[in-house]
């Protein structure tokens, strides 16, 4: 079960990895190149964490995380992919599994290539400013927007059980971007109801990407903001894998 596991792997990360695919990384590496060396160069000191917050959580993780997931369960229902692989000893848990591992190692491999390359490289060869680096805080915050990227991936595939598409990527974009707004009518309009204030803090599924600002704020030890990840974490894998055990593997998700 192992090798059929493994190979599995392998055959989902080549479905993901046609040439065009390849495109991904370079082209977002690119552009994060171009920020890195117009903000780079108007900072007084580089901060490396900072940096990494920008290209990464800000650019690379969204939109990599989107590319890679995008139809990522429901393409494969409608084009009959996890119907011939359930004809096969493979349960729909270990496909979603599979499926999740290897949207995520997409993920991981265009961060590296468009995000931290290019973020170290700027820092090691054409800073001209003073170069702060604390290497535990910006291991820290690689670690958390990992968990971010992961929290992304995860929502998405359980979206894509139900929605047809690319209406995953779309639900998800909809949702942060009225999250963001009510919370923003809430500061400024509400700030006095302490319920909402703390209600407004649970509209997204934000806590890796919250435990970030505290950590470079300084403010102490985000237990709050990390449990509120992690919780969310566990809701959605539970949700996601529910999802393929009751999905309708031929009519498909539309």
Not at 107 to 133: C, D, E, R, W, Y
Request: with cysteine.
């Amino acid at each position: 079960m192992k090798g059929a596991i493994r190979k599995l792997f392998l055959i989902e990360l080549h479905r993901l990895w046609p040439i065009a695919a390849y495109f991904v990384p370079v082209m977002l590496a690119s552009l994060s190149v171009l920020m890195t060396f117009a903000t780079g160069r108007m900072q007084r000191q580089y901060n490396v964490a900072q940096q990494a917050i920008m290209l990464n959580l800000n650019f690379v993780v969204p939109l990599a995380s989107a590319i890679f997931a995008i139809g990522s369960v429901s393409n494969d229902v409608k084009d009959g992919w996890l119907r011939t692989l359930l004809i096969r000893p493979i349960t729909r848990q270990r496909y979603m599994a599979v499926k999740l591992a290897a949207v995520y190692c997409s993920l991981v491999i265009t961060i590296v290539v468009a995000g931290i390359l290019p973020n170290v490289a700027f820092a090691v060869f054409f800073s001209k400013t003073p170069v702060q680096f604390d290497l535990a805080r910006v291991l820290y915050i690689h670690a958390l927007i990992l968990l971010q990227g992961f929290l992304y991936v995860v929502i998405l595939l359980f979206l894509s059980c139900w929605l047809p598409g690319v209406f995953n990527v779309i639900a998800l974009t909809f949702w942060a971007i009225l999250a963001s707004s009510i919370s923003s009518y809430i500061q400024y309009v509400h700030w006095m109801d302490k319920w909402l204030v703390i209600l407004k803090e649970y509209l997204f599924p934000s806590g890796f990407w919250d435990s970030i600002d505290v950590v470079m704020a300084r403010t102490g030890t985000p237990v709050a903001e990390l449990s509120w990840g992690f919780g969310a974490l566990a809701i959605f894998l539970a949700l996601a894998f529910w999802s393929i055990s009751v999905i309708q593997v031929d009519k498909g998700s539309e």
